[in-house]
């Protein structure tokens, strides 16, 4: 998922679209989401996606955005 946020956001430019990326992925995912994208193998991530991986973990992880994005057991994705 973070690989077609990233190749969406592309035609802004590299380091503008791992910005956006990064913010989409904070703004947006859920705290078990961006957990997960954090511990995996970043490897398969296209290089706009994984520069804003790269971001997000240099800022920390922002948490919850809402309450709506806050779960006892899991993602609400999937």
Request: proline share 4%; net charge negative; aromatic share 4%.
């Amino acid at each position: 998922m973070a690989n077609q946020i990233a190749r969406n956001l592309a035609a802004r430019g590299d380091e503008a679209a791992a910005l956006a990326t990064a913010d989409h992925i904070a703004a947006f995912w859920d705290p078990h989401m961006r957990e997960r994208i954090m511990a995996d193998d970043r490897a398969a991530l296209d290089p706009i996606a994984a520069r804003a991986i790269a971001l997000l973990r240099r800022r920390g992880d922002p948490g919850a955005q809402s309450a709506a994005t806050v779960f006892a057991g899991g993602a609400d994705a999937g």
